[in-house]
């Protein structure tokens, strides 16, 4: 709770501070290094290392965060120990870095191609999977013995609701964007 809680409160204050710094100079960002340049003023000549770590961080903790995260899903679907210490979470989670490593390795080139089928990818999986455990928290045999948590099934059928728009908004964005790059290579 507390990291979810964290990541949130971080997003917000992003975005509030993004929102208040740009709408007014109407900056717009097209690269990383546009936003190495929104630091100048408070970090000086280190605000290109300071963005460059940041960014570098975000991408380590997303790495090991999602694989570990697949693995343990994958472990409990399969009825296997779902600690995060656990051997077989570890092995797992080596597995799965070590092919994508080779995947990302073997491509040889810019891994646009990758990213778009990547977001394309979770684009699908994440509102499938959404609808499952928004089915779940409907079931009469899960909530069995106890007072039905009819605030938390609203709110989440209301949020499943609205993600799956986002998401076919963001895949409406992305899919052409991967046709494209797709057939840029041929």
């Not at 995060?84 to 570890?90: A, E, P, S, V």
């Not at 797992?92 to 778009?116: D, E, H």
């Not at 609701?161 to 052409?176: D, E, W």
Request: aromatic share 8%; proline share 5%.
């Amino acid at each position: 709770m507390a990291h979810i809680f964290g990541v949130v409160v971080i997003s917000i204050a992003i975005i509030l501070v993004g929102a208040i710094v740009m709408n007014p100079t109407g900056a717009t960002i097209n690269a990383p290094a546009d936003l190495a340049a929104m630091l100048i003023p408070v970090l000086g000549n280190a605000a290109p290392f300071v963005m460059g770590i940041a960014l570098l961080s975000a991408a380590f903790s997303a790495i090991l965060g999602n694989t570990a995260r697949g693995v343990v899903l994958f472990s409990a679907g399969v009825n296997q120990p779902t600690a995060l210490d656990g051997k077989n979470i570890k092995i797992g989670s080596m597995i799965v870095l070590a092919i994508g490593t080779a995947i990302c390795f073997s491509y040889g080139k810019s891994p646009v191609q990758l990213i778009y089928l990547s977001n394309v990818a979770t684009g699908v999986a994440t509102p499938v999977a959404g609808l499952f455990i928004t089915r779940m928290i409907w079931r009469k045999d899960i909530n069995r013995g106890i007072k039905e948590p009819r605030a938390l099934q609203i709110c989440m059928t209301i949020s499943y609701i609205f993600y799956l728009f986002v998401t076919i908004y963001a895949l409406a964005g992305a899919v052409p964007k991967f046709i494209h790059s797709m057939a840029a290579l041929f």
